[in-house]
C-alpha cells in the first residue's frame, strides 16, 4: 500500500507560478498511475492532471490546460504539478492520488484512483 504526501503550496498572487510535490512512500512508484485533484470549499472535487506509470502520457483538465504542468521522477517516487499563470479560481486544496490498476479511460475519474494524500492549500489572491 503506497502512501503519499503532498507538499509545495502556499498563498502567491494572480500570475505567479507555483510547483507541488507528492513523495510516495511502501511502494513500488512506477507501479502506480499518478494523479492531481483539487477541491475548493463547497464544490466537488475537481480533475487536474494524471500521468501514466512511465510518464509517457499525460493527461489535462481543461481549466488547467497550457498552464500546469504534470511530471513524475521514479527514481525519486516523485510526481510534481508545476502551475503556471495562477488565478483566483485555482485557489483549493490540492490532493495527489495513485492507481496500481486504473483503466487509462478512467484517469480524470476521482473514483478510479485508491490512494490519496491529505492535500496542500492553495490560495491565489487577486
Known amino acids: 500500500q503506497v502512501q503519499l504526501v503532498e507538499s509545495g503550496g502556499g498563498l502567491v498572487q494572480t500570475g505567479d507560478s507555483l510547483r507541488l510535490s507528492c513523495a510516495a512512500s511502501?511502494?513500488?512508484?512506477?507501479?502506480?498511475?499518478m494523479g492531481w485533484f483539487r477541491q475548493a470549499p463547497g464544490k466537488e472535487r475537481e480533475f487536474v492532471a494524471a500521468?501514466?506509470?512511465?510518464?509517457?502520457?499525460?493527461y489535462y483538465g481543461d481549466s488547467v490546460k497550457g498552464r500546469f504542468t504534470i511530471s513524475r521522477d521514479n527514481a525519486k517516487n516523485t510526481v510534481y504539478l508545476q502551475m503556471n499563470s495562477l488565478k483566483p479560481e485555482d485557489t483549493a486544496v490540492y490532493y495527489c492520488?495513485?492507481?496500481?490498476?486504473?483503466?487509462?479511460?478512467?484517469?480524470?475519474?476521482?473514483?478510479?484512483?485508491?490512494?490519496w494524500g491529505q492535500g496542500t492549500q492553495v490560495t491565489v489572491s487577486s
Open positions: 492520488a495513485a492507481s496500481k490498476t486504473l483503466n487509462t479511460n478512467s484517469a480524470r475519474a476521482v473514483g478510479a484512483y485508491d490512494y
Open positions: 511502501g511502494g513500488t512508484f512506477s507501479n502506480y498511475f
Open positions: 500521468i501514466s506509470w512511465s510518464g509517457g502520457y499525460t
